[in-house]
Structure formats: structure tokens, C-alpha cells
């Protein structure tokens, strides 16, 4: 669904090209997504929350909000990853991409999980918990891979010499099946999130 442009007020407008456009309607906030909708492949077009509260409303929108851009940023930043990976030379600046971007994605699928867990009702404050809680919503299919991972970032955080740089750049590439599992996870739970909002 589309939105002219022509009948928006000033303040709207900006709201409109920050990404986000909030519309008033009796008993019903509408929320307009410019950038979500293609990348969970234009299913989610709006949200309609009836919470009674105002209030409460609005809290319900920003967690929405949240949840939507930071499942889309762990999208981006797994791409960025799957595409250096490509990269048919590896070379040192490679190797080096490949490890910044594993670090870039592994926090931001924690990051992802974190926001997700809270519309659970659950409070998440650390990497093994994320994990853990990833595991017990069937997001992830491999707890013990994933604290490797852990492991794996904390070794990243250290300084490593051109042989260990290719260690890890080889680990790197067995868990890029893992990332795309949880992406492909986090992307349903969000769709879920919406039809159910619809619902209500």
C-alpha cells in the first residue's frame, strides 16, 4: 500500500522519509515501513496495534519498530559477509574483511535475539544466554556450534598473525549456514509478529 506524498503534512513528511510514518486513526496506529516490506519479501506492508492505552500505544510501535530494523540489520550485515566470502582470491585484506564482518554479524544476531526475546517476556544480558534462548525458539538448529562461535569472536579480539587469520577465516565459512538459519528465523518470527498484530 502506497502513500501520497502530496496529502502529507510537513511533519509527516519527515517522519515519512526517516523510514517511519505514524498515522492516527480512532483506535488504531498504522505503521508504514519504506525498507521492511522488501526484505521480508513484501509481505509485511503494516502493523495494526488496538491497544487501549495511548501510552502503551505508542511503546508498542517503538518495540515494533526495534524488533523489524534490527532482524533487517543483521540481513544487511550477513549479506556484507556472504559477499566477501565470494571473494575467489583471499588475500590478507580478505581475511581481514571476512574476520570484522564475522564479528559485525555474530553481535548483531545477538543484538537481533535480544530484541526478539523481550516480546517473549524474556530479558537477555548475555551471548550465552541469547544462544540458549535462540536454541529453546527452534531459531537456531546447533546450540554447540554457535557458543564455538563465542569462542571463536573472543579469539577475533586479540591480535592474530596471517596463519591465524586463516584459521579463522576457514570457521568463518562453515558458519555462514548457521547465520542464514537464524536470518531466515528471526524473518518468520517477524511476519508471525505482524499477522498476529493484524489480527487483534
Known amino acids: 500500500m502506497g502513500v501520497n506524498y502530496r496529502n502529507l ?23 508504514f515501513y519504506d525498507e521492511v516490506p522488501a526484505f521480508l519479501g513484501g509481505e509485511l506492508s503494516k502493523v495494526y496495534l488496538y491497544p487501549k492505552n495511548p501510552i502503551l500505544n505508542s511503546r508498542m510501535a517503538e518495540d515494533h519498530k526495534k524488533l523489524y530494523f534490527s532482524v533487517k540489520l543483521f540481513d544487511v550485515t550477513l549479506q556484507q559477509l556472504d559477499r566477501v566470502l565470494q571473494q575467489l582470491e583471499v588475500s590478507e585484506f580478505v581475511l581481514d574483511s571476512v574476520i570484522k564482518r564475522f564479528e559485525v554479524t555474530l553481535l548483531q544476531a545477538f543484538r537481533s535475539i535480544q530484541v526478539a526475546a523481550a516480546f517473549l517476556g524474556q530479558d537477555i544480558t548475555t551471548k550465552e544466554d541469547a ?9 537456531i538448529q546447533d546450540e554447540s556450534l554457535w557458543r564455538s562461535m563465542i569462542l571463536v569472536y573472543k579469539r577475533t579480539q586479540h591480535p592474530y598473525n596471517t596463519l591465524q587469520a586463516e584459521e579463522l577465516y576457514q570457521e568463518v565459512l562453515f558458519y555462514l549456514d548457521d547465520f542464514q538459519c537464524l536470518d531466515a528465523s528471526l524473518k518468520k518470527y517477524c511476519l508471525e509478529l505482524n499477522q498476529s498484530s493484524k489480527g487483534k
Open 9 to 31: 503534512t510537513a511533519g509527516e513528511k519527515e517522519k515519512k522519509t526517516s523510514g517511519l510514518l505514524f498515522r492516527s486513526k480512532p483506535s488504531i496506529l498504522t505503521l
Open 131 to 139: 544462544v540458549t534462548f535462540a536454541f529453546s525458539q527452534d531459531w
